[in-house]
């Protein structure tokens, strides 16, 4: 299956700033890629879907002046958590899915933890 | 895509033991997959059971599905400490997958 790289794996910063989470897939290209977030013993919950090359499309609810994606290239897609607050803290995980989209290869995931 | 709902929420046993969760859905689906998280990682593809099969196996896991009673089981048999993590099944398929909370699965020394 395809290799997905999150960077960073984890960080913590300060009420206000804005953090970006790179996805990455080593060794397939991807036109699309999804966006989850889990919280604590909670389910991974789809945030968006990422499109190369075009405008990613939100789930209802999730602000998305607030989670920005870019999908520049087919090997990289990124989620920028802008002014972030307390209760942005979160698991953020990103996957890709293979061909027949029977099957998502995930990342490694990212922990958040906004001060 | 729909949510699967797996039962027990947690589950402890010994090494050695077998473990079973079962999820249960809603509406028809096409096919059945179950995931592995462990503890602060991402999701791992386990096995997918397509609608039109009854059991399927992969080494220690065993999946069925009943879509009469549209539930789906995973056994895992003689299972191992290195088997501790959280399992979800998945009946969206497609782009939208959905899980449900998980069975939080303990396997203790």
């Known amino acids: 299956g395809a290799v997905v790289s999150q960077h960073p794996s984890w960080v913590i910063c300060k009420s206000g700033t804005s953090v970006k989470i790179e996805c990455r897939s080593l060794?397939?290209?991807?036109?699309?890629m999804f966006w989850y977030r889990q919280f604590p013993k909670q389910s991974l919950m789809l945030m968006a879907t990422?499109?190369?090359?075009?405008?990613?499309?939100?789930e209802q609810g999730v602000e998305k002046d607030k989670f920005l994606i870019n999908h520049a290239s087919l090997t990289l897609s990124t989620l920028t958590v802008t002014s972030a607050h307390p209760e942005d803290s979160s698991f953020y995980i990103c996957?890709?899915?293979?061909?027949?989209?029977?099957?998502?290869?995930f990342g490694p995931g990212t922990r958040l933890t906004v001060l | 895509s729909q949510q699967g709902e797996e039962d027990p929420q947690a589950l402890s046993i010994q090494e050695g033991e077998n473990a079973t969760m079962n999820c249960s859905y809603k509406t028809s689906i096409n096919n059945l997959q179950w995931y592995r998280q462990n503890s602060g990682r991402g999701l791992v593809h386990l096995i997918l059971?397509?609608?039109?099969?009854r059991e399927k196996h992969s080494g220690r896991l065993r999946v069925t599905l009943d879509t009469s009673k549209k539930s789906s089981s995973l056994l895992i048999t003689a299972s191992r400490a290195a088997d501790t993590a959280s399992y979800f099944c998945e009946t969206g398929g497609g782009n939208k997958l959905t899980f449900g909370t998980g069975t939080q699965l303990k396997v203790e020394l």
């Open positions: 996957s890709l899915p293979e061909r027949g989209y029977n099957e998502q290869f």
């Open positions: 990422s499109n190369e090359g075009s405008k990613a499309t939100y």
């Open positions: 060794d397939f290209q991807a036109t699309t």
């Open positions: 059971i397509r609608s039109n099969e």
